[in-house]
């Protein structure tokens, strides 16, 4: 049920660093740092090199890209 209530994401694209403070994402044409909040209930959890971890209502999901 929690699947429905989450946003479409579309990743249009991603730059990993070893250091974390580098790290970006690009969502939904937005660019987005690791940690951060993409809404109230929408959370960028962690950039990966091939799939990144958000967090919804406090439920994490992995997204590849």
Excluded at 1 to 19: C, F, H, K, M, W
Excluded at 21 to 40: C, H
């Amino acid at each position: 049920e929690i699947r429905r209530q989450i946003p479409a994401l579309t990743i249009n694209g991603s730059v990993y660093s070893d250091n974390p403070a580098q790290r970006l994402l690009v969502v939904n044409g937005q660019v987005q740092s690791q940690g951060g909040q993409m809404g109230s209930t929408l959370k960028l959890e962690e950039i990966g090199v091939k799939s990144s971890v958000f967090s919804f209502s406090g439920t994490r999901f992995k997204v590849p890209h």
